[in-house]
């Protein structure tokens, strides 16, 4: 009998299993329930696939995502494992042929949409052939107060416990609160599971934060962030259809190949750019988070959010689908003051939903605005961003990563009490007049500015008008930020958010403990000239990028690239499906000669060295 590692190597081509893996398969092979909560790119699908190909029976992996079907299953048929799926897009007849596949033996595994578990022929089907693992993929689905809540997950344990014998069962998700695993537990019945805590850290993503000063200057931003990168595939977020169409125009005004993808399309044209960015037609996606779900393209290689997202959890979710076959990849993430506006005009937007109470909604809403809060810091800190994101979702960092934007720009410390004793009395006049006042119009105070809305609501009058004359905007929308990031001054939400005082901002205007203290604010001096820093020497770290490649290398990345392409084409499908990125990579690393040596490249098991052992060979020897 093959053991689990022998599946992993010779189907998938893995040498070795990646962290958590090893165990939750082992659990499935023993019987055991499993709850995972694993981030983006941890290898969430070799958990359930490899048991599936060795445990006697159907498995079945229910998923919500009808797009990482077609991948998944695409790709499993590609290392020659006989795997479909069942949901809305087939019809009558290829659902009877999917059904007789089941029945005959034929399929070791077959992904279903949850709205299908209620159909009577397939619960007939599958429980006469025997079940052998149930799959429950994006799990937090089956949690009110989870991401993407859907009813027809509830459903599942209904289908589960009308099976002759109950399979082992295996709940996966990317993100999950303690509340949203206790519901998860309860709703699938699940039996003393073996519960898994990956680690939330993608150590091959670099993340940073740009905060440019107007619409134009993030525009050039932007801009020049995708035509660095103008050859490698990339999604860029935005927080609005508007936003997308035009973002999507800009791009391809400056030459890039650019589509996009949002719910005011026409389903037709949804789906043929989705092809043409998968098949690297475009090389760039703008979208809304209306687009990656279930997107398994391993080789994005960056993802700029052009607009705030609403939440951190959305943020290391969209920002998580670049670098997934593990080579390097850029997350950016262009932050605006009038972005949180946006977000919060958003949320207050948002479909009521009818399946709460009153006492629920009014807690949904406060947790979205916390939820939101939490992103403006992350947006607005000096500190590493990699270890702000990690203490988010509950894990120990360093303070210093060497490896983000804040880490490597050079701040400077400067004493900034006075700036923030004069903004906080600007806000305190103000709220004195009984009146309120967002960000910019109290800069616009403090600065003395002559415009007829400081003048029209008299403005102009305060003690506190004129005092910053010399302080440039930013220097001051920078104050103001720290003030709100360490809980002296709030944001007010709605129509209009404003800045107000909270139960701190008396005791720092006196100066009273623990605000006795110098208020030290950092500004950035410019960044580093090191790009990144290596997490080992390079002499014992293995390349992880084709830059990292020598110039003979990078040559050998370029020829097996356009080979890869050209047999994608040959095939109809998208050429990450051949090989990743990260295999192509270790090709240039390792340079095998020989079949033997090639099946040693890591994402080459046997079936792909099979099929295209030759053609890859005859090109490195070349």
Not at 9 to 23: D, L
Not at 257 to 272: I, K, N, S
């Amino acid at each position: 009998m093959p053991t689990p590692l022998d599946i992993l190597r010779e189907t998938f081509g893995y040498p070795e299993f990646r962290p958590h893996q090893a165990e939750i398969v082992d659990a499935a092979l023993s019987g055991r329930d499993v709850l995972a909560v694993m981030p983006t790119s941890a290898g969430k699908s070799i958990c359930y696939q490899v048991p599936a190909l060795l445990l006697d029976g159907l498995a079945i992996v229910v998923s919500p995502l009808i797009s990482l079907m077609a991948d998944q299953v695409g790709a499993l048929r590609q290392m020659g494992v006989a795997a479909s799926y069942l949901n809305s897009t087939l019809g009558a007849a290829e659902r009877a042929d999917v059904l007789h596949g089941v029945a005959s033996g034929a399929l070791r595994l077959v992904y279903v949409a949850p709205e299908r578990l209620d159909d009577p022929a397939f619960a007939e089907t599958v429980a006469a052939r025997g079940v052998s693992l149930l799959a429950v993929d994006e799990a937090h689905c089956i949690s009110q107060w989870g991401n993407d809540f859907r009813p027809s997950y509830q459903r599942i344990i209904d289908f589960l416990e009308a099976l002759p014998g109950r399979p082992p069962v295996m709940a996966l998700t990317a993100t999950a609160t303690r509340a949203v695993r206790r519901d998860i537990r309860e709703a699938l019945a699940l039996r003393d599971p073996l519960v898994v805590l990956a680690s939330f850290d993608r150590p091959n993503l670099f993340f940073s934060v740009e905060r440019p000063r107007g619409h134009a200057e993030k525009d050039r931003m932007l801009v020049a962030f995708c035509r660095e990168r103008a050859e490698r595939s990339g999604i860029v977020y935005c927080s609005s259809r508007r936003a997308v169409e035009e973002v999507c125009e800009l791009l391809r005004g400056e030459g890039l190949a650019a589509t996009r993808y949002h719910a005011g399309l026409a389903a037709g044209e949804r789906e043929r750019n989705q092809d043409d960015f998968l098949y690297d037609r475009a090389r760039v996606m703008v979208a809304t988070n209306a687009f990656g779900m279930g997107i398994d393209k391993s080789n994005v290689s960056y993802v700029a959010h052009y607009n705030l997202p609403l939440s951190l959890e959305n943020y290391y979710q969209e920002a998580g689908r670049a670098g997934r076959d593990g080579t390097r990849a850029d997350c950016l993430l262009l932050y605006s003051p009038g972005d949180v506006h946006t977000a919060e005009f958003l949320l207050s937007r948002s479909e009521p939903r009818d399946d709460l109470t009153p006492g629920q909604r009014t807690l949904l809403a406060e947790r979205d605005a916390e939820r939101l809060r939490q992103m403006v810091f992350y947006a607005t800190t000096t500190e590493c961003l990699r270890a702000h994101i990690l203490r988010y979702f509950g894990e120990e960092a360093p303070a210093y990563c060497g490896s983000c934007g804040n880490c490597l720009t050079d701040y400077e410390e400067t004493d900034a009490t006075e700036d923030a004793l004069k903004v906080v009395s600007c806000v305190a006049r103000i709220a004195q007049r009984g009146r309120s006042a967002g960000a910019s119009m109290v800069a616009d105070v403090l600065r003395g500015s002559r415009s007829a809305r400081v003048r029209q609501r008299g403005f102009d009058t305060l003690s506190t008008y004129g005092i910053m004359t010399d302080a440039p905007a930013a220097r001051v929308r920078a104050v103001i930020d720290e003030l709100v990031f360490r809980g002296v001054l709030a944001r007010a939400g709605g129509d209009y958010p404003t800045v107000a005082l909270t139960a701190s901002s008396g005791a720092f205007l006196r100066r009273e403990a623990p605000w006795d203290e110098p208020f030290v604010l950092k500004v950035a001096r410019g960044r580093h000239k090191a790009e990144r820093v290596p997490a080992a020497p390079a002499k014992t770290r293995a390349a992880t990028d084709a830059s990292e490649l020598d110039a003979a290398g990078q040559e050998l990345y370029a020829r097996l690239a356009s080979l890869r392409g050209e047999l994608a084409r040959e095939q109809g499908v998208p050429a990450y499906i051949v090989f990743s990125n990260a295999a192509l990579v270790d090709m240039c690393a390792k340079r095998p000669r020989t079949p033997e040596e090639f099946l040693g490249v890591s994402g080459v098991g046997a079936k792909k060295a099979e099929r295209y052992g030759e053609a890859f060979l005859a090109e490195i020897n070349k």
